[in-house]
């Protein structure tokens, strides 16, 4: 594969996964010292990773989750931030300036603070109560977000008494590194012949996808194809598609689907009925494409986030030489004071 380290991802993905006890013992933890909700406050693309661990509490648990935005959150306050929240910040470099910034005020408040980041020696992993390191990059980390925060999810609902297979689900995730890497290997010709095709004088691609998975439709239009490569986006979730973005698609314009494996695939469906009626250029994305041996269905749908995202990286890792873009060139983030 092309600029790909085999050892490297397992290893990074490996430890994720492996983190289960440690963050349910958090979890109870600060459910046992009286915790009655859970913020998930992460800064741009951290914050949206967290948006699948976020739906599932919202839908599946009657224990109050909330997923803000720091800055708002700084300007405004939130009337159920305090002493009985359990606070979530993701932030790869554990450097991020709103993340510092939130963990002093949440920390002001009496909040108990769970971080995710590579580095145990950053100021927010020194600023949390609990910290969980993974030694990810910008190439690597999605995927351990997205299961670090599913397993805080789960974790509270095994505490509650909402979510009986804790021991299944976490069982069956052992096989999920695996799993990743084969279906990074599956996607690669794919990755290189959509480069060419996304990558070659497009204005801009409409990006769709439904439930657990349009989170990673959001991160990748933003966060990689707008940031990393100046590539115009617009996510939409597929509920809203017909109501105004459909007017945007015609023929030549590029629209791009998201699919997962619950049971919003229907929308996303119905918007793949519709694009080729007006557009010749639909490109699917499916998770229930992938094999992942060893994963029941119901597991799959937790972590069909993942799997976009991984095999996500190699389409980007395509389109960076296509258009000869170091995915890692910025103009203005961390260059410019703003």
């Known amino acids: 594969m092309l600029n790909f380290d085999p050892d490297r991802f397992l290893s990074i993905q490996g430890t994720a996964v492996s983190l289960a006890t440690d963050i349910r013992t958090a979890v109870a933890g600060a459910i046992a010292d009286g915790a009655e909700n859970v913020f998930f406050l992460g800064a741009g693309g951290a914050g949206i990773l967290m948006q699948p661990a976020f739906n599932l509490l919202r839908r599946a648990s009657t224990f109050p989750a909330f997923l803000e935005l720091n800055a708002e959150i700084l300007e405004e306050g939130h009337v159920h931030l305090g002493e009985r929240s359990i606070v979530i910040i993701p932030s790869l470099s554990g ?52 299961v670090q925060s599913l397993y805080v999810a789960l974790a509270i609902m095994a505490e509650r008494g909402e979510y009986a297979d804790w021991d299944r689900t976490v069982a069956e995730l052992q096989q999920l590194s695996a799993g990743l890497l084969a279906a990074k290997e599956a996607f690669e010709p794919r ?12 204005d801009y691609h409409i990006i769709t996808g439904a439930g657990s998975v349009w989170a990673e439709a959001y991160y990748y239009g933003m966060c990689i194809l707008e940031e990393m490569q100046w590539i115009r986006t617009r996510p939409v979730h597929a509920s809203d598609f017909f109501h105004g973005t459909l007017e945007l698609v015609e023929k030549g314009v590029s629209v791009i689907s998201f699919k997962g494996e619950d049971a919003s695939r229907a929308l996303s469906e119905r918007v793949e009925a519709f694009v080729p009626r007006v557009s010749d250029r639909l490109t699917v994305i499916d998770t229930a494409d992938f094999a992942l041996d060893g994963i029941s269905a119901d597991v799959r749908a937790f972590v069909a986030p993942a ?32």
């Not at 995710?116 to 020696?121: E, L, R, W």
């Not at 990755?191 to 497009?202: D, F, H, P, Y």
């Not at 960076?320 to 260059?335: A, G, S």
């Open 95 to 146: 450097t991020t300036a709103e993340a510092i910034e939130i963990i002093a005020y949440v920390k002001e408040r009496g909040a108990t603070v769970l971080s995710f980041t590579k580095d145990a020696q950053s100021p927010v992993a020194q600023a949390s109560d609990t910290t969980f390191t993974v030694p990810a990059a910008d190439d690597t980390s999605s995927e351990s977000f997205y």
């Open 191 to 202: 990755a290189a012949t959509l480069a060419a095709e996304l990558a070659a004088g497009e």
């Open 307 to 338: 799997v976009l995202a991984t095999v996500l990286e190699r389409l980007s890792a395509h389109i960076e030489q296509v258009r000869r873009h170091p995915l890692d060139v910025r103009r203005y983030y961390r260059r410019l004071t703003y």
